[in-house]
């Protein structure tokens, strides 16, 4: 699987934006973009994905770079509940190496001020 | 609630005895995933099952553990003679049928494992 490289952390202020980089040089064209968070003491949870075009849903934003090399996680305002480790995460659209597990790099650790 | 459940949620154990742990997908889920986190880490694939079926096992799962899908719905796994080095959350996440490359997993809220 390509590899993701992501900041160790960042720091937000309470109901600012907050973009979170990713790089994936190595993507290719059958990758899809995953982003999942794991608040403290929770399991992973789902959080958007995208393949070449710019997804919104109810949580976040997904900006994917033209040349796909690069990827933004955009929370619109950060609440405190947000604070969590974010894990940008590529997966084939089709290769079923292991009913396409997920490989997690370290993530950023979002950390939100008051 | 319908989301994937674990059991149980804390564990400590002294080092050498047995410990099982039990997974519930989500029902209409026939994939079912296991995973392994150390503190300040991702979590780290184990193995996974498609059905009652295992169909892959990552080289982290030494010969001390077994994993089982009786039925092809909840899990178990077992580690046997644990290591103070087993200390660790163990996550089990499950997903539908389908490409896996688009279809999000929904984790549980994980298992953490304390050997004494």
């Known amino acids: 699987d390509a590899k993701t490289t992501q900041p160790n952390s960042m720091e937000s202020n309470e109901e600012e934006p907050v973009h979170l980089p990713c790089n994936h040089s190595?993507?290719?064209?059958?990758?899809?973009i995953h982003w999942y968070r794991q608040l403290p003491s929770q399991g992973p949870e789902y959080v958007i994905h995208g393949l070449t075009s710019n997804v919104n849903n109810r949580m976040a934003s997904l900006a994917i770079a033209e040349d796909r090399k690069s990827s933004t996680l955009i929370l619109h305002r950060a609440t405190l509940r947000d604070a969590a480790v974010y894990y940008c995460i590529l997966r084939d659209r089709f290769y079923n190496n292991a009913g396409n597990m997920l490989t997690f790099g370290g993530g950023t650790r979002l950390m939100v001020k008051p | 609630d319908t989301g994937v459940s674990q059991d149980p949620r804390h564990k400590i154990t002294k080092r050498g005895q047995n410990v099982t742990f039990r997974c519930d997908p989500i029902s209409e889920h026939n994939r079912l995933y296991w995973y392994r986190q150390t503190l300040g880490q991702g979590p780290e694939f184990l193995t996974y099952?498609?059905?009652?079926?295992?169909?892959?096992k990552s080289r982290l799962l030494s010969d001390r553990f077994s994993a089982e899908r009786p039925k092809g719905s909840f899990s178990t796994l077992e580690i046997q003679r644990t290591e103070q080095g087993d200390s660790a959350m163990y996550l089990c996440?499950?997903?539908?049928?389908?490409?896996?490359?688009?279809?999000?997993?929904?984790f549980g809220p994980g298992t953490r494992l304390t050997v004494l």
């Open positions: 099952f498609q059905n009652e079926a295992q169909l892959e």
């Open positions: 190595t993507i290719s064209g059958t990758d899809y």
């Open positions: 996440a499950s997903r539908g049928p389908g490409a896996g490359g688009e279809n999000e997993q929904f």
